[in-house]
């Protein structure tokens, strides 16, 4: 299932440390382009949830989009793309008007927003299509300080961003705003 979280148990006292091995995943695109569309129960209860008011035109949209694809990776990268060429990439906004959905207001009406519209449009779309897909959210790389030797993280560098479950490989991260 998710890792939500790490918790050590007992806590850690201060001076105390621990070691942590994660296996990161590299799958290729063929890999993710064979991965199979059974997905586990858990996956398809929470990750294919869509709102029951979305507006029928997402859907619509996410097959035109889509129309010329034959697996989910493939898909993703066809919205991916339509997102980052479709869309423009801006700060600060308007409100959104009001008793409308905002993410669907960006994706057919406005066409500007901020990586949080990109990626939740991006979830959205691909839901609709029957590919599991979630709403991460961290930090971009920063500026990384030549003379440091590392990078320099800021809240400004807050970001988020789609993830798509593969079966065999787990969560893969898609980048489909422009300005990253």
């Given at each position: 299932r998710d890792v939500g979280y790490i918790r050590t148990v007992p806590p850690l006292q201060l001076g105390e440390s621990y070691e942590v091995r994660a296996w990161l995943n590299a799958p290729t695109q063929k890999i993710l382009r064979d991965a199979s569309t059974i997905y586990p129960a858990w996956i398809q209860s929470r990750y294919l949830a869509l709102p029951a008011d979305l507006d029928p035109r997402?859907?619509?949209?996410?097959?035109q989009i889509t129309v010329d694809t034959s697996t989910s990776f493939d898909a993703t990268l066809a919205i991916t793309q339509y997102l980052r060429e479709k869309m423009t990439y801006k700060k600060e906004i308007e409100n959104p008007p009001?008793?409308?959905?905002?993410?669907v207001w960006f994706l057919l009406d406005y066409k500007t927003?901020?990586?949080?519209?990109?990626?939740?449009?991006?979830?959205?779309?691909?839901?609709?299509?029957?590919?599991?897909?979630?709403?991460?959210?961290?930090?971009?790389?920063?500026?990384?300080?030549?003379?440091?030797?590392?990078?320099?993280?800021?809240?400004?560098?807050?970001?988020?961003?789609?993830?798509?479950?593969?079966?065999?490989?787990?969560?893969?991260?898609?980048?489909?705003?422009?300005?990253?």
């Amino acid at each position: 299932r998710d890792v939500g979280y790490i918790r050590t148990v007992p806590p850690l006292q201060l001076g105390e440390s621990y070691e942590v091995r994660a296996w990161l995943n590299a799958p290729t695109q063929k890999i993710l382009r064979d991965a199979s569309t059974i997905y586990p129960a858990w996956i398809q209860s929470r990750y294919l949830a869509l709102p029951a008011d979305l507006d029928p035109r997402v859907a619509v949209l996410a097959r035109q989009i889509t129309v010329d694809t034959s697996t989910s990776f493939d898909a993703t990268l066809a919205i991916t793309q339509y997102l980052r060429e479709k869309m423009t990439y801006k700060k600060e906004i308007e409100n959104p008007p009001k008793g409308i959905d905002p993410v669907v207001w960006f994706l057919l009406d406005y066409k500007t927003g901020y990586c949080n519209y990109y990626a939740s449009a991006e979830v959205l779309l691909l839901r609709s299509l029957g590919i599991p897909a979630r709403l991460a959210v961290g930090y971009a790389e920063g500026k990384y300080l030549i003379d440091k030797g590392y990078y320099e993280v800021r809240g400004e560098d807050s970001h988020a961003w789609p993830e798509v479950y593969f079966t065999g490989w787990g969560w893969v991260p898609f980048e489909p705003t422009v300005s990253q």
